[in-house]
Structure formats: structure tokens, C-alpha cells
T-cell receptor, first 115, second 108 residues
């Protein structure tokens, strides 16, 4: 298995532009999570899906952020318009929560810089 | 109060030393516990699960104390390659709660 795949690995964009981050979870995993990590706040859960349905989006900072999971093998996190304070590493993770002995598997992350 | 609390460190220890980290959690009904390791500019990776009876994996020992609501990670005979940030994770309901991580640097 290739693990959780995220793209792009790095993104540099100008303030006000739309940014789309992509994630392919591990095949068969029924939970998908989007996290943001900064030095100041550590890992923050933004939103998570169960069987492609958003369950909890209370961590999404504001309306500029949106996430979708159109099918079991793909999810997107969109920021529109982007702001410099959105600069962070965004991780996607997937899990088969019925087997909690194995925890999460994270993707390599997208390092976003908004200038 | 945060769901999961960790001492951020940093812990700077000499090679060969034994070091221990604790992580406290607030919800007594938490079900599952893990330790993750995160290297600089990399994603967190599962280090080990934490079982009620305690468990060991080579130089690493994880323990759970439900009465006092904390988990611990003990690293024996520290290696330079153990330098990383160690994150504890607590599961309650469908939620994974991450600590902010403890930074470890093993010095030659």
C-alpha cells in the first residue's frame, strides 16, 4: 500500500488566491482527517469524515475553509481567499477506526506558504 | 482545560541515558492511547500503542495509569536517532486528541 498520499508537497501562493490541497487515503480506511500544524498551536484537527460524510467541522477556522470528500478515495481542502496566517503544514490522515490498535496514518503533508 | 497535556520540553539527554515522558488526559472514559513520533519537517508516525497492562517494544516501554489519567513513554539506552518530537494521542468516542508534543534531543 502506498500510504496516504497528499499533493502538492509544497505550495507558495499570494494572498487572496484560492488554494486546493488534495488527499488520497489508504484504501479501505473509513475515516479521513484534515489537520493543520504550526509551531504556535501544534496539531489542530480541522475536519473529519466517516464514510465520505463530514462528521465534525468545528475545527475549520472560518468560512474561507471548505473540505469535500466526493468518494472514498479522494478528499480536498480548499482555502478561498488565502491569507498569510493560513501558512502552515496541512496533514491528511486516514484510519480504520474499528481497529484502534493501529491509530492514524498520516500523509507527508502540504507545506503552504501564503505571501 | 485541554484534553491532552504534555510537557513540551525540550529534553536534552546524553547518549545511553534513560528518559521518560508523561502525558495526562482529562476524560476518564478515554478508550485508546498511542505514542507518535514526529521528525523535523516530517509527518507524525505511529510509534506504539499503549495497552492497559503496559507494553514494551525493544528500548521503548509504554504504560497507562487510568487512576491518575496519564500515559508514559520510557526510552532506555537513548540513541542519537531517537531525537524527535513525541506526541501522545488519546481516543475518546470518535475523536483522536493529540498532545502538543515533547521535544527530545539526544546528545553525543
Amino acid at each position: 500500500d502506498a500510504g496516504v498520499i497528499q499533493s502538492p508537497r509544497h505550495e507558495v501562493t499570494e494572498m487572496g488566491q484560492e488554494v486546493t490541497l488534495r488527499c488520497k487515503p489508504i484504501s479501505g480506511h473509513d475515516y479521513l482527517f484534515w489537520y493543520r500544524q504550526t509551531m504556535m498551536r501544534g496539531l489542530e484537527l480541522l475536519i473529519y469524515f466517516n464514510n465520505n460524510v463530514p462528521i465534525d467541522d468545528s475545527g475549520m477556522p472560518e468560512d474561507r475553509f471548505s473540505a469535500k470528500m466526493p468518494n472514498a478515495s479522494f478528499s480536498t481542502l480548499k482555502i478561498q481567499p488565502s491569507e498569510p496566517r493560513d501558512s502552515a503544514v496541512y496533514f491528511c490522515a486516514s484510519s480504520l477506526l474499528g481497529d484502534t490498535n493501529y491509530g492514524y496514518t498520516f500523509g507527508s503533508g502540504t507545506r503552504l506558504t501564503v505571501v | 482545560r485541554k484534553e491532552v497535556e504534555q510537557d513540551p520540553g525540550p529534553f536534552n539527554v546524553p547518549e545511553g541515558a534513560t528518559v521518560a515522558f508523561n502525558c495526562t488526559y482529562s476524560n476518564s472514559a478515554s478508550q485508546s492511547f498511542f505514542w507518535y513520533r514526529q521528525d523535523c519537517r516530517k509527518e507524525p508516525k505511529l510509534l506504539m500503542s499503549v495497552y492497559s497492562s503496559g507494553n514494551e517494544d525493544g528500548r521503548f516501554t509504554a504504560q497507562l495509569n487510568r487512576a491518575s489519567q496519564y500515559i508514559s513513554l520510557l526510552i532506555r539506552d537513548s540513541k542519537l536517532s531517537d531525537s524527535a518530537t513525541y506526541l501522545c494521542v488519546v481516543i475518546y468516542g470518535n475523536q483522536f486528541y493529540f498532545g502538543t508534543g515533547t521535544s527530545l534531543t539526544v546528545i553525543p
